[in-house]
């Protein structure tokens, strides 16, 4: 809060007209200087505090039991009342009323002998002294020298240090001693927002308070009864617009709500308060975030320019997006969330929609590449462009394995042939293009009818099919492998892939040599392992022999070997020509998969296709779109 001192008029009686809880001073004639929102309505005790019920029942706990510690040390963000609550502190110190009665407390239902003049700051025992301006140790032992006397009038001598970690190191090692063992009459109330570096020395010696941030419903509804009481027409969601702006902080809220008056001379409305504020408009904010997961990159590029276009900062759009992101992964997570009044209709609406079509994986991929993008936007000399980039970057996500998706494949490709060949599962979650239908795959036969046909299959991106079930006989050295895998012992199975040339294998016994570089003790581990997993005792054995290649090594050859027959097929060289840069990823073998009767190539013997039938995306069933 703003510690500036002023003198002001006596209090107006409690019973006025204006804000239930506040008692701003009346102007003493019509000529008076305006006092912004933020003085006029600043808390003059507990009660009016908002947001601080932990502290206020601590502080009430403390007062009624005569706990009362020596010093107090205040912290939190800027604007959520650390200097208030000082001044308060100090007033429920020196409470006394005019009969004399009175003693400590923090129910203070009329002003006292020494109120005003505490809150107004200019009472002769409350010394209030900024340190960010009064850093060095001479300013401290004026401090020291002064607090051996008794107060002039008041019960306590007060000193309130406002941002406290600015002090040097001298200046705070000269108020060890007298802050440990203080006089009777004496209490210090430090407040800061750089609570660690603050020594830890201080720390010990002080109650300490975290002030939280206030609650986007709480300010709403405040900022809501000051509108009330100054007579201003307001929107709900011009409020919710200027809550979410202040992050918490009341001071801000109230600043703010001050130039969105003067802005929309006397009505406060969304569009002024979004205009005032540069944002962007939120509902259009949630279209550019629903172009994104459909993997509309001309709409999301096109809300953007219309959001820049109105004077919106690409940063504040991108971070807009980014905390809608985060809003709908709550909402997912916990739908309870939607209750918050700080949300306008739309936002909890479409929200709520999107937290049930969207799966945690596209939300958390979408939020770290808005987070991490925002950097390079506030940083680049042109942000409108770095923006259009990452919205590309990030409609563009879903061609990318997750890294567990990629080492899926990688293991997968180590097994080589067989069952759980392929890519990672599509099953396991839809990437950031979620609302929009899957990618096609171009399947192309590659030769005549009979067994010895091989179809190829040229993917537009990363993808798998499901894979097979684990054999439980174990007649191969492949089925050792897939059941290490189906016990989830990754281990054994990517050395069992990597690290072994098997040169004998019958049920019960191995015998195998190490690749350079395997583990020692992978033959006791392997043994140890298939005695718990079969219930049987395996003889395994390293042998002498140089052995056969290891699985990973054959994949290799093989995945080479497919990819360059794929590459030499006249109708895949048809296809790449046909669509430049276009490469291929995949090769797999789909004699056993019926394609769909919609996608299902075209009946008779297959053959070169012309422009024509390329254009019109013959025996896919695609057209250029989609591709």
Not at 411 to 439: H, K, T
Not at 451 to 457: D, F, L, Q, V
Request: glycine share 10%; hydrophobic share 45%.
């Amino acid at each position: 809060m703003d510690d500036t001192p002023s003198v002001e008029p006596a209090a107006e009686p409690a019973d006025a007209p204006g804000l239930p809880g506040f008692v701003p001073a009346p102007r003493a004639a019509a000529t008076a200087p305006y006092r912004v929102l933020a003085r006029k309505y600043r808390p003059r005790s507990f009660e009016d505090l908002i947001g601080q019920e932990a502290m206020v029942r601590t502080l009430s706990n403390a007062f009624d039991t005569g706990r009362i510690p020596q010093a107090w040390m205040l912290t939190g963000v800027r604007g959520v009342g650390k200097t208030t609550t000082a001044r308060i502190l100090a007033r429920g110190l020196n409470y006394e009323l005019p009969d004399g009665s009175g003693g400590p407390t923090i129910h203070m239902p009329v002003l006292g002998v020494h109120c005003e003049a505490i809150m107004e700051s200019r009472h002769v025992d409350v010394l209030e002294m900024d340190a960010a301006s009064h850093t060095g140790i001479d300013d401290v032992r004026q401090i020291i020298d002064g607090i051996r006397y008794a107060p002039t009038s008041a019960r306590y001598k007060v000193y309130i240090i406002d941002e406290v970690h600015m002090l040097s190191e001298k200046a705070f090692n000269a108020f060890l001693k007298t802050l440990e063992e203080p006089p009777p009459h004496a209490k210090f109330v430090f407040a800061t927002t750089e609570i660690r570096k603050v020594p830890v020395t201080i720390l010990s010696r002080c109650q300490r308070f975290d002030l939280r941030r206030i609650d986007p419903g709480v300010l709403v509804a405040h900022l809501d009864r000051i509108c009330a009481a100054e007579g201003v027409a307001v929107e709900d969601e011009a409020l919710a617009l200027i809550a979410r702006a202040a992050e918490g902080s009341a001071r801000d809220a109230l600043s703010l709500l001050d130039q969105a008056i003067a802005h929309g001379a006397g009505h406060v409305g969304v569009e002024a308060v979004r205009a005032m504020l540069g944002l962007a408009d939120r509902a259009r904010i949630i279209d550019m975030f629903e172009a994104v997961m459909r993997g509309d990159l001309a709409g999301a590029l096109a809300e953007l320019k219309w959001q820049y276009d109105s004077g919106a900062d690409p940063a504040v759009i991108l971070t807009d997006l980014a905390s809608f992101t985060h809003l709908v992964t709550r909402l997912k997570l916990v739908p309870e969330a939607g209750k918050d009044p700080a949300l306008t209709d739309a936002e909890r609406r479409r929200g709520g929609d999107f937290a049930g079509r969207l799966s945690i994986r596209a939300l958390s991929r979408a939020w770290q590449i808005l987070t991490k993008g925002l950097s390079e936007v506030q940083a680049a000399p042109r942000p409108i462009a770095a923006a259009e980039m990452l919205l590309v970057r990030l409609v563009y996500a879903a061609e990318l394995p997750t890294p567990d998706e990629a080492l899926r494949q990688l293991r997968d490709g180590g097994l080589g042939g067989g069952a759980g060949q392929g890519g990672a599962s599509a099953a396991s979650g839809p990437g950031p293009q979620a609302l929009a239908r899957p990618r096609p795959m171009l399947a192309i036969s590659s030769g005549g009818g009979g067994a010895a046909a091989a179809p190829i299959a040229v993917r537009a991106e990363a993808g798998a099919q499901p894979q097979g079930q684990t054999a439980v006989r174990l007649a191969r050295f492949e089925d050792v492998v897939a059941l290490a895998g189906e016990k989830r012992d990754i281990g054994i199975k990517m050395a069992l892939e990597r690290d072994v040339r098997l040169v004998h294998f019958e049920e019960g016994q191995i015998e195998f040599a190490l690749a350079d570089g395997a583990s020692k003790s992978l033959a006791g581990d392997l043994a140890r392992r298939l005695q718990e997993w079969t219930g049987r005792r395996w003889v395994v054995a390293v042998s002498s022999q140089e052995g056969a290649p290891t699985l990973h090594e054959m994949a290799q050859v093989r995945a080479e070997e497919r990819l360059s027959d794929a590459a030499s097929h006249a109708l895949v060289k048809a296809v790449l020509a046909r669509f430049p840069g276009a490469t291929i990823v995949d090769v797999r073998d789909v004699r056993q998969e019926e394609p769909p009767a919609e996608h299902a190539p075209p009946s008779g013997e297959p053959g070169e296709l012309s422009d024509a039938d390329l254009a019109a995306g013959a025996g896919s069933g695609y057209t250029d779109d989609d591709f």
